[in-house]
């Protein structure tokens, strides 16, 4: 019964900032990658950041000096910090996961229901 829970979402002006946070929960033996996806209405999903076990980053290049990813591994949880937030950056932001549930079974991916950022210019 895993579940990734996002909070921190919001509406906030443009230039503000807002940090996102999503805990897994559940029955884990491990974690991979995590990571924060965007949708706005009418566009595709689209990948905002992901961080791996060990720390390394990727973002998009839209929010890349703007927003940071990290994780909390000892917590299930993995954050975004976001700053300088822009009118473009509105969206409900997912959390993803790779998650193993025990030592013999296979990685599956999760997916949060999503927390809406918007950002008013």
């Known amino acids: 019964q895993v579940q990734l829970v996002e909070s921190g979402g919001g509406s906030v002006q443009a230039g503000g900032s807002l940090r996102l946070s999503c805990v897994a929960s559940?029955?884990?033996?491990?974690?991979?990658?995590m990571g924060w996806y965007r949708q706005a209405p009418g566009k595709q999903r689209e990948l905002v950041a992901r961080?791996?076990?060990?720390?390394?980053?990727n973002y998009a290049d839209s929010v890349k000096g703007r927003f940071t990813v990290s994780r909390d591994n000892a917590e299930n949880t993995v954050y975004l910090q976001m700053n300088s937030l822009k009118p473009e950056d509105t969206a409900t932001y997912l959390c993803?996961?790779?998650?193993?549930?025990?030592?013999?079974?296979?990685?599956?991916?999760?997916w949060g229901k999503g927390t809406l950022v918007t950002v008013s210019s």
């Open positions: 559940g029955s884990i033996f491990n974690i991979n990658d």
């Open positions: 993803n996961a790779d998650i193993r549930r025990t030592s013999v079974s296979v990685t599956v991916n999760y």
């Open positions: 961080i791996t076990r060990g720390g390394s980053t």
